[in-house]
Antibody, heavy 114, light 110 residues
C-alpha cells in the first residue's frame, strides 16, 4: 500500500523556520519525482516545489523561491521542505504528492503567527 | 504566477451530467493537457484524470476528461451525492517551469 506521511508542521513566529518531512512507503521512492503542494485555510491548492527522482532538477513557485528548499534522501525514503523566513501568508496545510499527483499524504499544518 | 481559470461553482441535479472547465494557454493546458483532482472537505485531493491520458485505476467510469485547445473539461455523468466536492485542474507550464493550479470549482449536487 502506498503511503505518504508528512510531519514537522506547527506554530512558528514570522521570520522563523520549519523543516517538513514526508516519509513514503509502498513504492520505489527513488524512481519517482515528488512535489510539495499547500492549501491555505479556505483556499485552493497551490503548488510549492518539485524535485526529480535524482534531485538533479528542482523547481519552486515564485512565492517561496529563495526562502524554501526542497530535498530528498532516497536511502531514507524521505522528502523534505526546509522553510525559512516564514510569513503569515505561508500558513497552510502542506501536502507531499507523488510525481503525477496520483498519491498524496494527509498533510501537515503550518501556522505562522506571533 | 498565472493560474488556470475554473468557474467557482457549478450546481447540477442528482443523476444529471456536469461538465467542469479549465482554461489555460498554449504553455500549459494546450501543451500537455490538464490533470483533474477531487477534494472532499478535510481530505487530501484525489487524482481523477492525468493530462491527456486516462483515469487512474479505481476511479469510476462516470468521470472522463477531454481537451480542446487550451481548455480542458471534466465530465461527470450520473451525478451522485458523493460527487459533491471541490474539483481542481492542474498543468505543467513549460514557460514558467512551474505547476499551475486552477482556483477550483465547487460542485453542488442538488
Amino acid at each position: 500500500e502506498v503511503q505518504l506521511v508528512e510531519s514537522g508542521g506547527g506554530l512558528v513566529q514570522p521570520g522563523g523556520s520549519l523543516r517538513l518531512s514526508c516519509a513514503v512507503s509502498g513504492f520505489t521512492f527513488s524512481s519517482y519525482n515528488m512535489n510539495w503542494v499547500r492549501q491555505a485555510p479556505g483556499k485552493g491548492l497551490e503548488w510549492v516545489s518539485y524535485i526529480s527522482s535524482s534531485s538533479s532538477t528542482i523547481y519552486y513557485a515564485d512565492a517561496v523561491k529563495g526562502r524554501f528548499t526542497i530535498s530528498r534522501d532516497n536511502a531514507k525514503n524521505s522528502l523534505y521542505l526546509q522553510m525559512n523566513s516564514l510569513r503569515a501568508e505561508d500558513t497552510a496545510v502542506y501536502f507531499c504528492a507523488r510525481d503525477t499527483f496520483d498519491f498524496w499524504g494527509q498533510g501537515t499544518v503550518v501556522t505562522v503567527s506571533s | 504566477q498565472a493560474g488556470l481559470t475554473q468557474p467557482p461553482s457549478v450546481s447540477k441535479a442528482l443523476r444529471q451530467t456536469a461538465t467542469l472547465t479549465c482554461t489555460g494557454n498554449s504553455n500549459n493546458v494546450g501543451n500537455q493537457g490538464a490533470a483533474w483532482l477531487q477534494q472532499h472537505q478535510g481530505h487530501p485531493p484525489k487524482l481523477l484524470w492525468y493530462r491527456d491520458k486516462d483515469r487512474p485505476s479505481g476511479i469510476s467510469e462516470r468521470f472522463s476528461a477531454s481537451r480542446s485547445g487550451n481548455t480542458a473539461s471534466l465530465t461527470i455523468t450520473g451525478l451522485q451525492p458523493e460527487d459533491e466536492a471541490d474539483y481542481y485542474c492542474s498543468a505543467w507550464d513549460s514557460s514558467l517551469r512551474t505547476v499551475v493550479f486552477g482556483g477550483g470549482t465547487k460542485l453542488t449536487v442538488l
